[in-house]
């Protein structure tokens, strides 16, 4: 009798023939996701450039322009996922493109920071619906001994993104206005969204969750909150301010409001009893701690190709290449690796990697030759490849494929709190080093102006520009502040990789469970076995 349920696949034959162009489909969605923030990270410079050529953002209005994406997206994640397991995921990720690209054209035509912060938070409403959607189709469309070859390609489209993004975007500055990395989304949301209608089935979950409005309103109200008042102690350059502190306690409390509630609630966004087994929770913290220093070393990394080397922004997106190549050679192959050496070896391994070459950043002067800079950026990519296949395969292999939205969900938003964090950390860091190094070099200008030139490279190498010669000795102090600053922020990034390099090892499995136990498991899903 038990025959036909082990031999028969659950995946239909017609579905299962074209698994690898539906993949191929899931990746293009994702890819202007992450495409956009790669983007985007290469234009910083250019936004924060006076008009007519940028708009004049200040260092918290660019980090804004990034967190308003990042916090809404990762805010809306688990409703967004849910949804997506009630209503139908492809229903779900057409909606969701649909806007991602109608928030590009208006972020495109942006007149002011706020403005162009604002249609940020319209795209990652969009991106919100997109990214968890894409994981969950594809682990209803592969059986399970193809779901790690999958999501290895699927991590490796997140290294394509990041790859082409900065070229991309370099391209376009050298050609067009700044608003371009923006409008280059839409074309490529109308063939998706075409793609997709004609080659995605649909799928849902047989027994969907209530919509959680209380917790959802709790996590986005508590991460805005934190975010905003590390990013206000940044720009004041003091940590111990007042309004600083209230936020930021505020936001915490607020957030523990938001997991007691999820642990009383019998609809939770988060099924909090998930973070009881270990390898779940060490896998999870293990991605939100890769893109921490991501985002963080990214944001800084522009400033110093560009601000204190020299380089164009077409050039920087080159540089930035071997982050991404690394990521696209290793990503797909890590799973070999875990099969021969477990999870807990490879991922260890892969955060040391990744913490040695954030250290390696204190290295880097104005003139040190930049190929160093090159192989720093390779070995960190390959550091990240043998985090985020492994974690994502535990992930989303530790629930039932029934709920691969919300397992997707729980993933994508711990990526995008560790990267909003990663930028509002490590920013603030290097916002207040910066400040506090560059404020005795400004004396010789007006008082009033003193804070604004402070406030980043940028505004005062800004300042600098409009006194002629008399502000040579200006930049000179520009580039040895921004530069001891970074030193900062990389040895603060480092140490948070070491903060995961010790979970890891302590919690995540040493091997591969053998397939016909990984079956047992999916009985039993949060089993603390492993």
Not at 172 to 195: C, E, K, T, Y
Not at 509 to 518: H, K, M
Request: hydrophobic share 55%.
């Amino acid at each position: 009798m038990t025959t036909p349920a082990v031999t028969t696949p659950r995946i239909p034959e017609a579905v299962h023939r074209r698994r690898w162009a539906i993949l191929g489909v899931l990746m293009l969605s994702l890819l202007i996701v992450v495409l956009d923030n790669s983007i985007l990270n290469v234009a910083i410079k250019t936004i924060s450039t006076p008009e007519p050529t940028g708009l004049g953002a200040t260092q918290g209005d660019l980090e804004w322009a990034i967190n308003s994406y990042t916090l809404v997206f990762a805010g809306l994640l688990f409703t967004a996922g849910l949804l997506g397991d009630r209503l139908g995921r492809k229903k779900v990720l057409l909606a969701g493109l649909a806007v991602f690209g109608i928030g590009s054209a208006l972020a495109a035509e942006s007149g002011s920071p706020v403005q162009l912060i604002l249609f940020r938070a319209v795209m990652g409403l969009g991106a919100a619906f997109v990214m968890p959607a894409t994981l969950a189709v594809l682990m209803n469309v592969f059986e399970r001994d193809e779901q790690p070859k999958a999501i290895g390609i699927w991590a490796g489209g997140v290294g394509l993104a990041i790859a082409i993004g900065p070229i991309t975007g370099g391209v376009l500055l050298d050609h067009f206005w700044w608003g371009s990395v923006f409008l280059v989304n839409v074309p490529i949301v109308i063939v998706a969204i075409g793609l997709m209608i004609w080659l995605v089935p649909e799928s849902r979950d047989p027994k969907p969750g209530r919509i959680d409005l209380v917790g959802v309103g709790l996590s986005v109200v508590g991460l805005v909150l934190l975010v905003y008042g590390i990013i206000k102690g940044g720009q004041l350059a003091d940590f111990t301010d007042p309004a600083v502190l209230g936020t930021v306690a505020l936001g915490i409390a607020v957030l523990v409001g938001f997991v007691l509630y999820e642990k009383r609630s019998d609809h939770p966004s988060i099924d909090i009893s998930y973070f009881k087994n270990r390898v779940f929770s060490a896998a999870i913290s293990s991605l939100a701690l890769v893109f921490f220093a991501l985002m963080g070393v990214t944001f800084f990394a522009v400033f110093y190709t560009q601000s204190v080397r020299g380089y164009s922004p077409l050039q920087t997106g080159l540089l930035m290449l071997p982050l991404a190549a690394a990521q696209l050679i290793f990503a797909p192959r890590a799973r070999l690796v875990v099969d021969r050496f477990g999870v807990r070896a490879v991922c260890t391994g892969g955060l040391l990697l990744l913490a040695a070459m954030l250290a390696a950043f204190t290295t880097l002067e104005a003139d040190t030759p930049i190929w160093i800079l090159e192989v720093i950026f390779f070995l960190m990519g390959t550091g990240m490849a043998h985090i985020m296949t492994p974690a994502s395969v535990v992930i989303m292999q530790a629930l039932p494929r029934e709920k691969a939205g919300s397992a997707s969900a729980l993933s994508n938003t711990f990526r995008q709190v560790g990267g909003a964090l990663g930028i509002a950390v490590l920013g603030s860091v290097l916002s207040a080093a910066y400040r506090s190094g560059v404020e005795d070099k400004l004396t010789l200008l007006p008082a009033d102006a003193r804070h604004a030139a402070g406030e980043s490279i940028e505004a005062t190498l800004g300042v600098a520009a409009k006194l002629g010669p008399r502000g040579e000795p200006l930049v000179t102090a520009a580039h040895d502040s921004f530069l001891h600053a970074m030193h900062i922020t990389a040895l603060c990034g480092a140490g948070v990789a070491l903060i995961g390099v010790v979970v890891v090892a302590l919690f995540l499995p040493g091997r591969t469970p053998q397939e016909p136990e990984a079956e047992r498991k999916e009985a039993d899903p949060v089993g603390a076995g492993h």
